[in-house]
């Protein structure tokens, strides 16, 4: 009976954790996708922020704990340039399940997770 509250704790715990790794996954590559496929910088950038909340919300994980980045290359400067690659990289910080602020030394105790995608941009991206 003694281990069953460390067994409840640790089955809770990893479940917000790959719950936060699942939406991560997929909010990165849905991002790097609805970003190829935009008209500009603007609303691509616009349109990988709605995918990244859409993730998030599907898989419960507040949005408060996420940072998203966008880079371009060859040309940094130009992410639409015709085959050219667009990484996206979205970071969470999963807080642990259960415990009380008064345990949080100088923060929450929390686990990151990353992930990223990579997708290329059409060779007739611009022929439109």
């Given at each position: 009976?003694?281990?069953?509250?460390?067994?409840v704790?640790?089955?809770?715990?990893?479940?917000?954790?790959?719950?936060?790794?699942?939406?991560?996954?997929?909010?990165?590559?849905?991002?790097?996708?609805?970003?190829?496929?935009?008209?500009?910088?603007?609303?691509?950038?616009?349109?990988?922020?709605?995918?990244?909340?859409?993730?998030?919300?599907?898989?419960?994980?507040?949005?408060?704990?996420?940072?998203?980045?966008?880079?371009?290359?060859?040309?940094?400067?130009?992410?639409?340039?015709?085959?050219?690659?667009?990484?996206?990289?979205?970071?969470?910080?999963?807080?642990?399940?259960?415990?009380?602020?008064?345990?949080?030394?100088?923060g929450?105790?929390?686990?990151?997770?990353?992930?990223?995608?990579?997708?290329?941009?059409?060779?007739?991206?611009?022929?439109?």
């Open positions: 009976m003694l281990l069953l509250v460390p067994l704790y640790l089955v809770l715990a990893l479940g917000a954790i790959q719950s936060a790794a699942l939406a991560a996954e997929g909010a990165a590559r849905q991002a790097a996708r609805v970003f190829v496929q935009a008209e500009s910088m603007t609303a691509g950038s616009a349109a990988a922020e709605r995918a990244l909340a859409l993730a998030l919300a599907d898989h419960g994980v507040t949005a408060s704990d996420v940072a998203l980045s966008i880079r371009c290359s060859p040309v940094p400067a130009q992410c639409h340039t015709r085959r050219g690659w667009v990484t996206v990289q979205v970071s969470v910080r999963v807080p642990l399940p259960l415990l009380p602020p008064v345990v949080e030394l100088g929450p105790l929390a686990v990151p997770i990353d992930a990223s995608a990579t997708q290329q941009v059409s060779r007739f991206w611009g022929a439109r």
